[in-house]
């Protein structure tokens, strides 16, 4: 059996499929996974990923690719480094992170950004695709690295990631083998780079004008890329097509032309040319750029007949001119076009023949417009008057061009576009020179151009139609083969023949060609032109013979070229030899300029004696040199002759200065050897020095020029490798030396000027010419003088710097700018230390406070040159320098160069830094000792905005990094006394903490900042050895001194810089590798100081626990399980002092609270404290018990902090409501007044942002709370930061009970806001005596009055809620809860918000409590049901005529008990009267804090569960019946417009029920002989219960006397049925239990002041005890006997009542209709004042007994916030589609208000939605017991309505019989 090989330890490879693992042993692979291979065997590899090292497994070879890597580091630590080009390692890396990053764009949906890293991604890895390919020249690489470094850089700036630092070729940057100063610069270059970059995309995206500016500002030649996709015209014969750019404003071409031959086949002549007729136009500057016009103009002429409709035998190859296209390119060529790809359509306008326009001037001349142009016209006005015109009748005939502006040269192009440029492209250059002439741009071309003539048409009866043609010739007569070139994209011809125009004297041709000819034969060559008449007649076209013939030389007899402009030619006769005969006529005159000038000289007509005769034609031509080797300019030729010029050195010299620049740089080699050659054949006289100095400056400044900028390479490379003047540096030193000692001639002020600026390159000449002559002769006496002219030079320029500055400022500056750029020149030839010594002196010279910053840029450069790197010439230099900065930083510098402090500073610090300087230590200890501590200084007053701290922090960085520990122990043995030490250590500590807390530098130079930190980490090691040592024994102990050492470490340690487990894990791991975790570092190094302190500790506590915790919160285990134990140590402490940890545990809870807050801490942090503070507790005598509870209490706190810290980033607000109130509630049991107010007002923010007015009202009321009514000045800690610090108690409460009004008015709690008014208005009125403000609030009191009356407010309704299982918070796992709904928020809404928190929690089924896998279940269940609030009326109201709207407020608000009811029968149920058998199970829920409160939810403490017999069900149904009944007679009685429909649905039910068998089935199941034998104790309730009955019947009686008073023709036959019933019914009930008479003082109006009608809601105990005169002696007896009862609650519908509902509730609502009614009563009796919004919720939410049936006026409309869901259907037909439904009252003793009891549940059964029975009954837990009775509803007839019904509710029917539940779950 073969066994697992192993692999090499460096076995990598890269996961390249995903792979799922089927088996325990093997390993899950995802695409992009590093493993490292450990073993093979069979296709399988055995190892581990790098994501997750501690997990080995298999996995499939096949899935693999494996790599070359190595590996670094062990175990957990290892990484493996792939074995590949960098540049590939760190795009490796890069895609990966950024991979990450466009995962979540993704999931955040941020598409912009998601589809920019998507380019950015695939541009990448396309690119590194190429480098791995190997494939590509070291130029394309080079090329391809910089776009890679540039895109990589790029992006990791937008999407926030660290910058890479990198050096001039692209390599990253080694922190390590870097000099602080040189990182800084880098990181400064690259982001500025970056930002540029991210500018120039902003500006692409939003303007194409910014985006041109911003890519061509540093770009001075441009190029224009022209692709002819296609030519439509109707010609029939062949055709040239000449493309160029033109300036309409100047009338002037441009460029040269651009040539296109176009076949009579529609197609190009060239069928391989086909799609790729590009051209580029080369050459354009940016003061193209700028014209205010500019064209693309093609002029089209005909190549063929003479006329298009000649035939065969006419002449045939004639060009003619055709037609023009014109473009208006303006925004083109300024870069507005960015699309290469668009194509732009010309069109094209045909031109007319002269004859053809005479022929329509003789017929139609009245019509004949401008926009006909003829053939003769010039052709720039042709091109003119085509752009003038508006619009060209094309008739769909033109060009189709696209075309882009791109920046660069033909190279650059050619490298930067490659897609569209390429080799085959055609080069139209610019007819003259670009902006810059580059290096080596050899060029020698002459645009000639045919401007026109005049001809005589001499026997001919019509003009000539006159053909030009062009050759070049050489002065032999011999034709120069293809030197003429009609335009770009052919080769050159011999011979060019012009355009012909028909029968036209004057032709004006404007055709331009170019001719190139060597330039070594530029000067035998000639143009010559010959004229012949061409007849369209071909036979006549062949005798035709030349008739003229003219010719011009192409350079002047003194070797200048011919001159640029326009030449006027002398035509000769054409048709003798003589005029082929070239040595004939090159001895005439060939220009009418040439022929003036001759016969001023030899006189009038001597040259024609004997030679060709002149005819009376003219010709004229223009020309233009574009030569980089020929001159036009007499001077510059003198000169490069200067042998054998005529004119003498002097003039020469003279004249040379005033040559044109361009014309210069094209000679410069020629020009400067002939300076160094008339310098050299001289030498023995001093007659041209001065001359030939000022030359050579003028032509060195002339290079300095930014247009000739680019030839300096050339002026180096003539210096090198072709300057040759071996004395040149006598001549050239004593001239310089001349002008400096006589510097004060104000006459040669301004040539000393120019010399200094060219003095690099003179002494670059200086220097060359003394190396030539040494080598050559050696080393000789001369040496001397040499160097002797060297110091002289130094000493004029010391005697010049000492001078007054108002004489010489401007000469001074230049000798401190130019200077310095001599030094690597003159050391080559000068004793190195001597030269720095001079140097030195130099500087020394200069006055103090002159010149400054010039003198601190001079040395920059000093510093920055060979001379400063050799150690000996340091030991000179850098004393100087630190004198100059030392003088510069020093606090008394009025005016500190800081710039310039700065940039010599980071020079001199970068050198010292250099590796191959030679011995430096003692430099560095010298700058150490005299700028340390000034630039510390510096720093620390620096503002942090500027722009100059950043340079200043790198120097300080640099020094620190530089010194060694013997240099640490050196500079502060410097200080001369121990206060000295504790100022320069108190100082730097808190500039290292401010630098700290501020960063210098952005976030993302990352390199930049770990560098900092590992210098700061050293230098505060160090300066511990020093407190150790120096500070810590009792006589010299230093407390803030030590302080501020530990500030300083702990803020060092807490760094968002340091923090590792932030970051990416390839950063993680980058930082580690390469600076190691430095937190542990120096958070052992704290707690060893800690330990140091000794007895000293006492004095750091409290003041220290807050850094400590700080510190100990960093979430690195290992850091945290060291530093814990010192709270332990800080509790000991101040046990042992003050035999307590008071101040230790204030302080620690303090800070803990605004720590965790802040974002630190977890739960292992929780668990680890918990456990080391409590092991060492333990362990101590005197700690264990009260250090133990003391732990408990940090523990309980960090884990409420940690909730209260997790919820405010989840967007619940309840959440994090719930959350502040658990903390604020752990405050005030601690007493801690400042954070418990603190919490205080963020909850009030949270519910006012909510609009939880109410409770934020209640939480004010807490703060009120602390206050009293005095006037001593608050506590700091009493007052919010909203309000001002200087306020009273009586102050500040006041503010707190207006703020709280305010908000309870908001919340409509008017009953509270009258409260807290009355107390405010008494402090008002016998306090402080402000009436003005008692007035204001008396009058804000009475509108809470009326609002009490008169404003609608909709009851809230309450639910049960259980939060069961392991996945939800502390504060809610496995606690019920009471909410209190929003306003109108039903069962169903309150349902859908509570899913919306937990959209992943499992509705429970039942309401039974869970069980233990539930609430030990790792997932969440939630168990939800509504609740009925229990009434706690007020004393004041109880037994009084309290009116609806007060009782309304009390039956939802100030309640603390919940109730929830059940039906169910108890032993076997009797088929006859189910009502014998069935109970009521009530279950109570008491709450921690009554409703409302600070939240809208309350935990519940206790939960009790009873259950009511069906007697007592009975007595609450019947009572409650009754005082329906009595409510609504009342109601009938007093508000005489009520409808009757209400009152007679009542009436009938009853009456109809009962004798139908309602009472009969209390009578059978509780009358019977049997039940009062079984239950004797039942008696008193029997007797309470036929009370009830008897009872009914007076009310009944009242009831239908009103309704027949009220009863109309329709309704008679139902009042008639109705009396008709309750004449047996009462004859029944009178019988059995005796009559029973009202008082009249129950139908007695009452009035109110105002004369408005107070209707007091009558209760049953009301009743009972207003009908105790009785005809029957049992009434008075039983009316308040059994007090103990348990009273009604108003939730079940009376078995009497009717057995068809009468209007539909919903189910959730659980109202029974004696409430319905009540509401329903104070609603009719408002009427007039509520609006219907406010009718409808009293009507459809509070009554079955609908109103919504008496008038459109009380019929409301639900508010659009209630309408989801809201299906409610109109009275009497929906409401007969209802199941039955049970009720279930609570308990009530007969003299208690009757509503108290509107608390019940009612459940139907069989409903999807009802939740399930309640949990099984208990022993009741507090507060006594309470009971439920249950009735059944029987259904009613069916009655029509006259609306029609709404759909109805999905309930699911059952018997009329059988009870039902409702579960409220189902809303």
């Given at each position: 059996?073969?066994?697992?090989?192993?692999?090499?330890?460096?076995?990598?490879g890269v996961a390249i499929y995903n792979y799922d693992a089927t088996q325990q042993h093997e390993l899950s692979l995802q695409v992009g996974d590093t493993l490292h291979i450990l073993e093979t065997h069979q296709g399988w590899y055995r190892g581990y990923c790098l994501r997750n090292k501690s997990k080995k497994g298999i996995f499939p070879a096949s899935y693999i690719h494996v790599k070359e890597t190595r590996a670094e580091g062990e175990g957990l630590e290892e990484t493996a480094v792939p074995s590949e080009v960098p540049l590939v390692q760190e795009l490796t890396m890069t895609l990966r992170e950024w991979a990450i990053i466009w995962h979540k764009l993704y999931l955040s949906g941020n598409k912009t950004m998601f589809q920019h890293v998507q380019l950015m991604t695939y541009s990448l890895i396309e690119w590194r695709s190429q480098i791995i390919s190997g494939t590509l020249p070291k130029d394309e690489l080079k090329e391809l690295k910089g776009k890679v470094i540039g895109k990589i850089d790029y992006g990791n700036r937008i999407l926030g990631l660290d910058l890479v630092v990198r050096d001039g070729n692209g390599n990253v940057l080694d922190p390590d083998h870097t000099s602080t100063v040189t990182l800084y610069k880098a990181h400064q270059s690259i982001s500025l780079g970056i930002d540029d970059r991210i500018q120039e995309e902003k500006s692409r995206v939003h303007t194409m004008e910014s985006r041109r500016q911003s890519i061509f500002s540093t770009t001075h030649t441009y190029s224009l890329y022209i692709n002819l996709k296609n030519f439509v015209c109707n010609i029939g014969e062949d055709a040239e097509l000449l493309m160029s750019l033109y300036d309409p404003v100047q009338s002037e071409f441009i460029s040269e032309n651009y040539l296109v031959r176009w076949s009579k086949t529609g197609m190009p002549r060239e069928i391989e040319r086909l799609n790729k007729l590009e051209a580029l136009f080369t050459d354009l500057s940016s003061s193209d750029l700028i014209r205010m016009r500019i064209s693309l103009v093609c002029q089209i002429v005909r190549v063929g007949h003479m006329e298009l409709k000649d035939g065969k035998k006419h002449t045939c190859g004639l060009r003619r001119p055709f037609g023009v296209a014109v473009m208006d390119i303006t925004d083109m060529i300024g870069g507005r076009n960015d699309d290469e790809e668009k194509q732009h359509f010309i069109p094209f306008q045909q031109i007319a023949m002269e004859t053809y326009i005479r022929q329509r001037q003789l017929i139609m001349s009245p019509l004949l417009t401008s926009r006909v142009i003829g053939e003769n016209e010039p052709l720039t006005s042709v091109f003119n008057k085509v752009i003038a015109a508006k619009e060209v009748n094309h008739k769909g005939q033109g060009l189709w061009v696209s075309m882009k502006l791109l920046p660069g040269d033909i190279q650059q192009v050619h490298k930067d576009f490659p897609h569209l440029v390429d080799r085959t492209t055609a080069v139209a250059r610019k007819m003259g020179f670009p902006e810059i002439v580059l290096p080596g741009d050899v060029r020698n071309d002459i645009y000639v151009t045919l401007v026109q003539g005049e001809f005589d048409k001499g026997k001919k009866k019509t003009p000539k139609n006159v053909e030009v043609t062009m050759g070049v010739y050489d002065e032999d007569g011999n034709r120069i083969e293809k030197a003429i070139f009609p335009g770009a994209g052919y080769e050159g011809v011999s011979e060019y023949k012009s355009v012909i125009y028909y029968q036209v004297k004057q032709p004006f041709w404007y055709e331009t060609v170019k001719v190139a000819i060597a330039i070594e034969d530029v000067h035998l060559c000639h143009l010559r032109f010959t004229f012949r008449h061409r007849s369209s007649q071909e036979s006549k076209d062949k005798s035709e013979k030349l008739f003229g013939m003219a010719f011009v030389k192409l350079m002047k007899p003194d070797g200048t070229t011919l001159r640029d402009g326009k030449h006027d030619l002398i035509v000769f006769k054409g048709d003798t030899k003589k005029a082929e005969d070239a040595k004939c006529y090159l001895t005439l005159a060939g220009t009418k300029g040439e022929q003036e000038e001759r016969e001023r000289q030899l006189g009038k007509g001597s040259q024609h004696s004997h030679t060709l005769p002149i005819i009376r034609d003219s010709f004229q031509i223009s020309t233009l040199v574009c030569s980089t080797k020929l001159t036009q300019n007499v001077d510059l030729l003198g000169l490069l002759n200067w042998r054998s010029s005529h004119r003498s050195i002097e003039q020469i010299l003279q004249h040379l200065m005033e040559v044109d620049g361009s014309e210069i740089v094209k000679f410069l080699q020629d020009?400067?050897?002939?300076?160094?050659n008339i310098m050299m054949e001289t030498s023995e006289s001093e007659a041209y020095d001065f001359l030939l100095f000022d030359a050579l400056v003028f032509i060195i400044s002339l290079i300095g020029d930014i247009k000739f900028q680019h030839f300096n390479p050339v002026l180096e490379t003539y210096i090198s490798n072709h300057f040759s003047a071996t004395l040149a540096y006598v001549k050239l030193?004593?001239?310089?030396?001349?002008?400096?000692?006589n510097a004060e001639n104000a006459e040669k002020s301004e040539l000393l000027f120019a010399a200094l600026k060219a003095l690099k390159y003179l002494f670059r000449f200086i220097i060359q010419s003394r190396n030539l002559y040494l080598r050559i002769y050696g080393t000789g006496q001369d040496d001397n003088e040499f160097n002797g002219s060297i110091r002289t030079l130094f000493l004029s320029?010391?005697?010049?710097?000492?001078?007054?500055?108002?004489?010489?400022?401007?000469?001074?500056g230049a000798a401190l700018k130019y200077l310095p750029t001599i030094v690597n020149h003159v050391m080559l030839v000068f004793d190195p230390v001597e030269l720095s010594v001079l140097v030195t002196k130099f500087i020394q010279s200069i006055p103090d406070n002159q010149l400054v910053r010039q003198k601190l840029n001079s040395m920059c450069k000093i510093v920055e040159s060979r001379l400063f790197r050799q150690s000996e010439c340091r030991d000179v230099l850098l004393p100087l320098i630190i004198d100059q900065l030392s003088g510069q930083l020093d606090d008394s510098s009025s005016r500190p160069e800081h710039q310039a402090c700065a940039d010599l500073l980071s020079s001199t610090l970068e050198t010292l830094d250099h590796p191959d300087i030679g011995p430096r230590q003692h430099h560095v200890q010298l700058v150490m000792e005299r700028l340390l501590r000034k630039v510390n200084r510096t720093v620390i007053a620096m503002s942090r905005q500027s722009t100059l701290i950043g340079p200043f922090v790198a120097c300080m960085i640099a020094i620190l990094k530089q010194m060694e520990d013997v240099h640490y122990t050196h500079y502060i043995n410097t200080f001369k006394t121990r206060h000295d030490i504790i100022d320069f250590l108190m100082e730097t500590?808190?500039?290292?903490?401010?630098?700290?807390?501020?960063?210098?530098?952005?976030?993302?130079w990352m390199v930049m900042n770990m560098v900092q930190n590992r210098v700061f980490l050293r230098a505060i090691s160090q300066f511990a050895i020093v407190l150790n040592k120096v500070f810590l024994d009792p006589a010299n102990f230093e407390l803030q001194l030590w302080n501020n050492y530990f500030h300083l470490a702990i803020a060092f340690l807490v760094h968002d810089s340091l923090q590792l487990e932030n970051f990416s894990s390839e950063k993680r791991n980058k930082i580690i590798n390469k600076y190691g975790d430095m937190r542990k570092d120096i958070g052992f190094k704290i707690k060893d100081m800690w330990n140091n302190l000794g007895a000293h500790k006492i004095k750091f506590i409290p003041e220290m626990v807050g850094p400590i915790l700080e510190m100990t919160l960093v979430p690195e285990p290992e850091l945290r399980r060291s530093t814990i134990p010192i709270f332990f140590d800080m509790m000991q402490c101040e046990y042992s002092v003050n035999r307590g940890i008071q101040a230790f545990e204030n302080e620690l809870i303090t800070k803990l609270d605004q720590e965790v807050e802040g974002g630190r801490g977890d739960g292992q942090y929780k668990v680890l404290l918990e456990k080391i503070l409590l092991e060492h507790c333990r362990q101590h005598k005197y700690l264990a018990v009260s250090g133990e509870a003391f732990v408990v209490l940090v523990t309980s706190l960090l884990e409420k902090l940690l909730d209260y810290r997790t919820i405010m980033h989840d967007e619940t607000k309840e959440h994090h409501m719930s959350c502040t109130v658990n903390v604020l509630n752990f405050y005030k049991e601690k007493k801690r007044e400042d954070i418990y107010i603190r919490y205080l007002y963020k909850l009030r923010d949270l519910h006012r942002d909510c609009e939880n007015f109410t409770e934020a009202a209640y939480t004010l009321l807490l703060h009120a709370e602390l206050l009293q009514w005095s006037d001593r000045p608050c506590a700091p800690h009493l007052v919010h930061r909203d309000d001002c610090p200087a306020l009273s108690h009586r102050e500040l409460k006041e503010r707190l009970y207006q703020e709280i009004i305010h908000y309870f008015d908001r919340g409509k709690m008017w009953e509270s806001a009258i409260r807290l008014s009355k107390e405010l208005a008494a402090m008002y009125e016998n306090e402080v005596f402000e009436y003005e403000e008692l007035s204001h609030l008396l009058r804000q009191q009475a509108c809470f009055y009326e609002n009490v009356m008169q404003a609608m407010r909709p009851p809230p309704e309450y639910f049960a809620v259980g939060f069961y299982g392991q996945g939800f918070p502390s504060f809610l796992r496995n606690k019920m809860f009471v909410y209190r709904g929003k306003d109108y928020e039903r069962y169903g809404d309150f349902r859908l918000r509570l899913a919306t928190q937990f959209p992943n929690a499992d509705k429970m089924s039942s309401t039974a409590p869970p069980s233990d896998s539930v609430t030990n279940s790792p997932l969440q269940h939630v168990q939800c049901f509504t609740v009925k609030p229990v009434l706690n009326l007020p004393s004041q109201f109880k037994d009084k005529p309290v009116p609806e709207q007060i009782l309304n407020f009390y039956r939802a608000n100030e309640v603390q008990q919940f109730q929830y009811s059940r039906p169910f029968h108890r032993g076997e149920k009797d088929p006859d009267n189910e009502f014998l058998t069935m109970w009521i199970e009530r279950v109570t829920y008491t709450t921690v804090y009554k409703f409302p409160g600070i939240l809208q939810w309350f935990e519940v403490k206790t939960v009790t569960v009873e259950e009511i017999s069906p007697l007592e069900n009975a007595i609450e149904t019947m009572e409650r019946t009754n005082e329906k009944i009595s409510n609504m007679v009342q109601r009938y009685a007093w508000e005489g417009a009520l409808p009757a429909h209400p009152l007679s649905m009542l009436l009938s039910g009853i009456v109809d029920a009962a004798v139908m068998g309602g009472s009969a089935n209390y009578e059978k199941a509780f009358f019977s002989t049997k039940y009062i034998q079984q239950h004797p104790e039942d008696q008193e309730k029997i007797d309470i219960l036929k009370e009830l009955i008897a009872l009914q019947i007076p009310l009944l009686a009242e009831g239908i006397r009103i309704h027949g008073e009220k009863a109309t023709a329709e309704l008679r036959p139902l009042h008639d049925w109705i009396v008709s019933c309750f004449r047996e019914l009462k004859e029944k009930v009178q019988k059995l239990y005796g009559v029973i008479t009202l008082p009249p003082a129950l139908t007695d109006r009452k009035r109110s002041?105002?004369?408005?009608?107070?209707?007091?809601?009558?209760?049953?105990?009301?009743?009972?005890?207003?009908?105790?005169?009785?005809?029957?002696?049992?009434?008075?007896t039983s009316s308040d006997s059994n007090s103990s009862r348990p009273h009604s609650n108003g939730s079940v519908l009376d078995p009497l009542v009717e057995r068809r509902p009468l209007a539909l509730y919903r189910p959730e609502e659980q109202l029974d209709r004696e409430e319905l009614d009540r509401r329903g009563s104070m609603a009719r009796r408002k009427g007039k004042n509520l609006s219907k919004s406010q009718v409808i919720f009293e009507s459809e939410s509070l009554s079955k007994v609908d109103f919504a049936e008496m008038g459109p006026p009380l019929r409301p409309q639900r508010p659009k916030s209630l309408q989801f869901g809201d299906k409610r259907l109109p009275s009497l037909q929906i409401f007969a589609q209802m199941p039955q439904c049970v009720t279930l009252p609570s308990n009530r003793s007969p003299g208690q208000p009757l509503v108290q009891t509107d608390s019940v549940t009612p459940a139907c059964p069989g409903d999807a939605s009802t939740p399930p029975p309640t949990p099984p009954k208990s022993k009741a837990c507090e507060n006594g017991s309470h009971r439920d009775s249950l009735q059944v509803v029987p259904r009613l007839p069916e009655k029509t309505s006259p609306r029609p019904p709404h759909p109805?509710?999905?309930?699911?029917?059952?018997?009329?019989?059988?009870?039902?539940?409702?579960?409220?779950?189902?809303?």
């Open positions: 059996m073969s066994r697992w090989e192993p692999r090499p330890r460096d076995s990598t020009t400067l050897d002939a300076l160094f030193a004593k001239v310089l030396n001349h002008y400096v000692s320029f010391n005697s010049l710097m000492d001078r007054p500055l108002e004489e010489s400022v401007k000469i001074k500590f808190i500039m290292f903490k401010d630098l700290i807390g501020k960063n210098v530098y952005p976030t993302d002041r105002s004369g408005s009608v107070i209707l007091p809601y009558i209760m049953s105990s009301t009743l009972r005890r207003l009908s105790t005169v009785s005809l029957m002696s049992t009434s008075s109805p509710p999905k309930a699911r029917h059952s018997h009329p019989g059988s009870p039902q539940r409702h579960c409220p779950a189902a809303e």
